[in-house]
């Protein structure tokens, strides 16, 4: 299984980005998807999550401002980041809960991570 990351990228305080993540591979069901961020110096925190019966859940620091939604039919999640700050600027890392085959038990998998960076 693998989970492809894509959307970061430089952009200035409140402006937007969206962040996209696909898994392909082995994969029987997703249970969850989601991203976490890793900041220099400071530990992986959950940005947002959302389960296979699409209830999601936020980071006090980023309701509001983001919005995960997922693609089904595509195994694809989606982070829209609005009003960006520089205290969002992180490495986002995609990860998936899911089951490879229809005997397997979950697993966790993480992407590769991208950059976003705030700066005027």
């Known amino acids: 299984v693998q989970l492809a990351e894509s959307g970061g990228g430089l952009v200035q305080p409140g402006g937007s980005l969206r962040l996209v993540c696909a898994a392909s591979?082995?994969?029987?069901?997703?249970?969850?998807m989601g991203w976490y961020r890793q900041a220099p110096g400071k530990e992986r925190e959950l940005v947002a999550s959302i389960v296979s019966h699409g209830s999601a859940n936020y980071a006090d620091s980023v309701k509001e401002r983001f919005t995960i939604s997922r693609d089904y039919a595509k195994n694809t999640v989606y982070l829209q980041m609005n009003n960006l700050k520089p205290e969002d600027t992180a490495v986002y890392y995609c990860?998936?809960?899911?089951?490879?085959?229809?005997?397997?038990?979950?697993?966790?998998?993480w992407g590769q991570g991208t950059q976003v960076t705030v700066s005027s």
């Open positions: 591979g082995d994969i029987f069901g997703i249970y969850t």
């Open positions: 990860n998936s809960d899911l089951y490879e085959f229809y005997y397997s038990t979950r697993t966790i998998f």
